[in-house]
């Protein structure tokens, strides 16, 4: 059976009121190692009346770049649903492999906006920036103002004492480059020493931490407002200061040297602290920059890993670490003051 | 580069050989075929430069190392395998002389940022 006529009887079994499911509009979505995206439209009868939905299925690809739990993800995007922070609807998760073959959530689609970071340096975007760096910062500063106990997260995510979080962290991603790495390398190690000798303070409090909040991972309009957060794949809980070192990883300044490709770096910080409620300590907030180097480099490696050991031969899995892990070599270097 | 690129090469030729198939729906074509040209563009930039940069590095490595020798097999899959040796051995000694020799130091870091020049792709963000 195809994949749309698998979805529909899927979906049927979970709206038992809706009549003539009909699955169609499948298409994939490009980019997207960590999970297979596809939209599709829905479109069903129920009480007489014909009725449709844009939805979105996220389904887990035979090997993955980074190795994550769909629950948590998908428990993440409904703990904030209808929040200050915006994320699409979740409908169902499916931590079987029987009915699509591997895992998958379905929700609904956000649509008519964008998400591609290139499109920002083009009209009619450009001059959306000051209002764009002021939402990206502001919703990452209510995510960790958020509290994780209220939202319900406590429940599905690994608890963390505050004095441990950057060992977790470090430890986890430098094992994942233990395994991983099909070639030495130098400048990471450095870098690891360096944030093993020099350990930042704990947390101000402990906070959900998105784990991958960039531009390109939320949906953005001509005016420069966000409408809904995406990936949510590495979220957990952890030092707030970790979500904001990620989005300083020179690798996602997209060549602009700004942070995010928007507006420079203290900007970024001072509507981070003024949403958050919280302070960005600068020697802090270095060390979990340059722990996110790191940390990058370990998903490009995960990912070359994943096509040489032949679980995913899909040609995203050679872009990035192809594109990105000596560019991520290089903004290691650069935050380090060595370029 | 990991994956090598002749894997690469050889598996991105299967993938557009399956895409020229009719059936293919046309948003799968294009992610496909956009990924493969951008792959190509990056093999073909690096490819041109691998043995020669090769080469450099590695002799650059092995004065770091106080190291003799140098490349006689100068085909791809063995000159990679030396640049692989000689920068496991420069992690472990650049962790040995970290703040005990400042001049060596210096040169290793110096080798290692015009390594990352050496290995530039295509619109690097960095």
């Known amino acids: ?28 979505i490009s980019g997207g190692a960590s999970r297979e995206t596809y939209r599709f439209r829905l479109s069903w009868t129920e009480a007489g009346a014909g009725r449709s939905r844009a939805l979105i299925l996220r389904r887990d690809p035979p090997a993955s770049l980074i190795d994550t739990e769909r629950r948590i993800e998908f428990e993440a995007y409904r703990a904030f649903f209808g929040s200050d922070v915006p994320v699409p609807e979740m409908l169902w998760l499916e931590e079987e492999s029987g009915p699509l073959d591997h895992p998958f959530f379905i929700a609904a689609e956000i649509e008519g906006f964008q998400a591609a970071p290139a499109l920002l340096w083009t009209e009619p975007y450009l001059a959306c920036h000051p209002k764009l760096a002021d939402r990206k910062w502001t919703i990452l500063g209510q995510i960790a103002r958020a509290d994780p106990e209220a939202l319900g997260l406590t429940r599905v995510m690994e608890p963390v004492a505050p004095a441990d979080c950057w060992s977790r962290e470090l430890g986890y991603w430098e094992q994942v480059l233990d395994e991983d790495e099909a070639e030495p390398l130098p400048i990471i190690r450095a870098a690891i020493r360096w944030l093993r000798a020099n350990p930042p303070p704990p947390p101000q409090r402990i906070t959900v931490v998105h784990g991958d909040y960039r531009t390109g991972n939320f949906l953005f309009d001509t005016a420069g407002e966000i409408h809904g957060v995406l990936d949510w794949e590495m979220a957990h809980l952890g030092d707030p200061l970790e979500d904001l070192g990620w989005g300083f990883n020179p690798v996602w300044s997209f060549g602009r040297g700004q942070a995010g490709g928007l507006v420079p770096d203290h900007q970024a910080v001072a509507i981070w602290e003024r949403s958050s409620g919280l302070r960005a300590d600068p020697d802090a907030l270095y060390w979990w920059t340059l722990f996110n180097c790191v940390k990058g480099q370990a998903i490009w490696v995960s990912s070359a890993r994943a096509w040489i050991d032949g679980g995913n031969r899909e040609p995203i899995m050679v872009y990035p670490p192809w594109a990105l892990q000596n560019a991520q070599d290089r903004a290691t270097l650069k935050v380090m003051g060595r370029l | 580069m990991k994956p090598n690129v002749s894997d690469v090469l050889m598996e991105l030729s299967a993938l557009v050989a399956r895409n020229a198939a009719p059936d293919i729906p046309p948003t799968d074509r294009a992610g496909a075929l956009g990924l493969t040209a951008a792959l190509l563009a990056i093999a073909g930039r690096r490819w041109d430069d691998a043995a020669h940069n090769l080469v450099h590095e590695n002799r650059e490595l092995r004065k770091l190392l106080g190291l003799s020798g140098q490349d006689d097999d100068l085909r791809i899959p063995a000159l990679t395998g030396e640049n692989a040796r000689l920068r496991a051995m420069l992690i472990n000694r650049h962790a040995e002389i970290e703040g005990k020799d400042q001049q060596l130091e210096d040169a290793i870091w110096a080798e290692l940022a015009a390594s990352t020049v050496r290995r530039l792709t295509p619109g690097s963000p960095v």
């Open chain 1, 1 to 28: 059976m195809s994949l749309e006529g698998r979805l529909a009887a899927y979906i049927s079994g979970r709206l038992p009121q809706a009549q003539n499911v009909v699955v169609d509009r499948l298409a994939r």
